[in-house]
């Protein structure tokens, strides 16, 4: 399989527009129906991953490689570039120029091309989600999900042409006023590792429909997933010069913020590279989206129905190794549903850990070494502070050898847990769920509203009073009742708050539209009377309508 996942060097080739870069083109070695299906030995040598600047694949002019693992084996499976200083300039001006051409672009045919890339994205799910698995570890129907959910962004961005309708009033006799939204220019898209597809879709496709162009710069741990999809977008009709991406950590990063050239700035990652980008980028006048770190609580009332309770946790607390920027990651038990810890352990040990290619795991490796590490270390020190290991899950070793090296955590649970463990008061990202428990619905909320995070939060119950209640009182920027990945379909927006979001308008949906776009309002007067006006200038502000 590796052999066709390694890249094929094509030719020299001069791009459309003056790079100053000898470029060389690549391919990507997988397509819609030929794509890893399993682990690489030891001995497989690594794919490469390319550029891609000008609907072109290219392969850096390399200053520094980073090794991407596979998180199951820790074998090295592809390399990845920090792109060159040249290379950034190279895919900025790219964008800056094809910004020109696309924003002519007419709205319907904007809409023609995304309904094709929503159906390309469709046809190449299993491709993507392969990719996803091999470089981020997750489970293969988990990584679908991964897909689906920035696919179901991509097909919201299809209703571009009823989302962009602009405003029209007649203000006054024969004087019209128009309200229409234009695109800002170059947008600068900084992702995470832990969605490899969906959060590169949770602006890629707004972005498009609105008229922008983009520079994409993908997690450096797994760009697979983002290869693919602007190979896709291409395929779907987007010129060449609107999606660019390039890779790298700080330097590339910096470029994004530092260029005039890029108007606005979505983040999505942890607190320090958040804060980072939104206040150094905020700080000469770009727009910044930024989804940061979360701790996501769970209340549950004795009243609810209890097996599914279970199912829903465990599902939410252990799906994704617990590296969903939404898992539930503190249980808050009310009244006696503490008494039920017992039962949570149990389904959770059923819960599988292994490869992502193994149909029957539940949950696949942390990202790298480090995390597992730090997450070990982290239920270590929660311990020593008073906290109880009811479920642990340090010890697992898989079975197969060559798994053996990879980053597995089983489920663990921690009960007895308090504010200034560590457990508590950091974002662990791992399949660690910490149990506090409280007497009453009201203490519980009090509770959740101490925490400065605001991604998620959900009740389980069977009353409605209660959730009436806790709708209300919970300050928190997406709540479930019943539900306990609360994250609505792109209709709406991603609302995280408080310490989670950075920024006044969250992505996608109306305030994703919002955010890619500017207003201009164009007022006009075309006298459809005789002019009975007496004819000098008018030096004061009207008084009459
Ligand atoms: P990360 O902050 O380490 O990396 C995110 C991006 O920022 C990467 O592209 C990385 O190269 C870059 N980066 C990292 N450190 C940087 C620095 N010091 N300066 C400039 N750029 C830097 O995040 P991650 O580990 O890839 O992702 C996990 C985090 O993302 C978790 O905290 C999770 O909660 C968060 N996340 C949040 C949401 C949300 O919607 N709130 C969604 C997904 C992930």
């Given at each position: 399989m590796l052999s066709s996942l390694r890249l094929t060097i094509l030719s020299n080739q001069r791009s459309s527009i003056r790079l100053a870069t000898a470029i060389r083109r690549l391919n990507l070695g997988?397509?819609?129906?030929?794509?890893?299906?399993?682990?690489?030995?030891?001995?497989?040598?690594?794919?490469?991953?390319?550029?891609?600047?000008?609907?072109?694949?290219?392969?850096?002019?390399?200053?520094?490689?980073?090794?991407?693992?596979?998180?199951?084996?820790?074998?090295?499976?592809?390399?990845?570039?920090?792109?060159?200083?040249?290379?950034?300039?190279?895919?900025?001006?790219?964008?800056?120029?094809?910004?020109?051409?696309?924003?002519?672009?007419?709205?319907?045919?904007?809409?023609?091309i995304a309904f094709k890339f929503v159906q390309l994205l469709r046809e190449n799910m299993d491709r993507i989600a392969s990719v996803i698995v091999l470089e981020q570890g997750k489970t293969f129907p988990d990584a679908k999900g991964d897909v689906l959910r920035g696919l179901q962004v991509a097909e919201a961005a299809c209703n571009i042409t009823n989302d962009f309708k602009g405003?029209?009033?007649?203000?006054?006799?024969?004087?019209?006023?128009?309200?229409?939204?234009?695109?800002?220019?170059?947008?600068?898209?900084?992702?995470?590792?832990?969605?490899?597809?969906?959060?590169p879709l949770w602006a890629l496709p707004v972005v498009l429909a609105t008229g922008n162009t983009t520079v994409i710069k993908p997690s450096e741990r797994v760009p697979g997933a983002a290869m693919i999809i602007c190979e896709l977008a291409a395929q779907a009709g987007v010129p060449p010069g609107v999606i660019n991406i390039v890779h790298g950590k700080h330097e590339t990063v910096n470029k994004i913020i530092e260029d005039p050239r890029i108007k606005a700035i979505t983040f999505v990652g942890g607190d320090k590279a958040g804060k980072y980008i939104y206040e150094k980028a905020s700080a000469l006048g770009k727009r910044v989206q930024a989804n940061l770190g979360?701790?996501?609580?769970?209340?549950?009332?004795?009243?609810?129905?209890?097996?599914?309770?279970?199912?829903?946790?465990?599902?939410?607390?252990?799906?994704?190794?617990?590296?969903?920027?939404?898992?539930?990651?503190?249980?808050?038990t009310v009244g006696k549903t503490k008494e039920w810890v017992a039962d949570i352990i149990a389904d959770a040990k059923k819960l599988r850990v292994g490869s992502g290619f193994d149909p029957s795991s539940d949950l696949g490796p942390l990202i790298n070494p480090t995390s597992l590490t730090r997450s070990k270390e982290i239920i270590a020190d929660s311990v020593a502070a008073g906290a109880t290991l009811a479920l642990d899950g340090t010890k697992f070793v898989p079975s197969e050898e060559r798994f053996q090296k990879g980053n597995f955590l089983g489920p663990t649970i921690l009960t007895d847990v308090k504010p200034g463990m560590r457990c508590y008061d950091e974002e662990i990202f791992a399949p660690v769920l910490s149990v506090v428990n409280v007497d009453t619905l009201e203490e519980a909320v009090d509770f959740v509203n101490k925490n400065p995070y605001g991604n998620g939060v959900s009740l389980f119950t069977h009353s409605g009073p209660a959730a009436q209640y806790f709708t209300k009182?919970?300050?928190?920027?997406?709540?479930?009742?019943?539900?306990?990945?609360?994250?609505?379909?792109?209709?709406?927006?991603?609302?995280?708050?408080?310490?989670?979001?950075?920024?006044?308008?969250?992505?996608?949906?109306?305030?994703?539209?919002?955010?890619?776009?500017?207003?201009?309002?164009?007022?006009?007067?075309?006298?459809?009377?005789?002019?009975?006006?007496?004819?000098?200038?008018?030096?004061?502000?009207?008084?009459?309508?």
């Open positions: 997988t397509t819609a129906t030929s794509y890893p299906t399993k682990h690489t030995g030891v001995n497989d040598e690594p794919y490469i991953t390319p550029s891609f600047i000008n609907n072109k694949f290219i392969k850096s002019e390399l200053s520094e490689w980073f090794d991407i693992h596979d998180p199951a084996t820790n074998h090295v499976v592809s390399k990845v570039p920090q792109s060159t200083p040249q290379e950034l300039e190279d895919a900025i001006t790219s964008a800056h120029e094809a910004f020109k051409i696309w924003k002519e672009y007419s709205v319907i045919k904007r809409q023609g405003e029209t009033l007649e203000v006054s006799t024969d004087m019209e006023t128009k309200l229409i939204r234009e695109p800002l220019g170059v947008v600068g898209s900084i992702c995470p590792f832990n969605f490899p597809a969906m959060v979360a701790k996501n609580h769970l209340i549950v009332l004795p009243d609810t129905d209890k097996k599914r309770f279970i199912n829903a946790l465990n599902g939410a607390a252990f799906g994704a190794a617990g590296q969903r920027c939404m898992a539930i990651s503190v249980l808050v009182n919970i300050e928190c920027g997406q709540v479930g009742v019943n539900v306990p990945i609360p994250v609505p379909l792109p209709m709406f927006s991603f609302t995280g708050s408080k310490a989670s979001f950075l920024g006044d308008l969250n992505f996608y949906g109306k305030n994703g539209l919002m955010f890619l776009t500017k207003p201009k309002t164009i007022t006009t007067l075309w006298k459809v009377d005789e002019i009975d006006e007496e004819l000098k200038p008018s030096t004061s502000m009207p008084v009459q309508h």
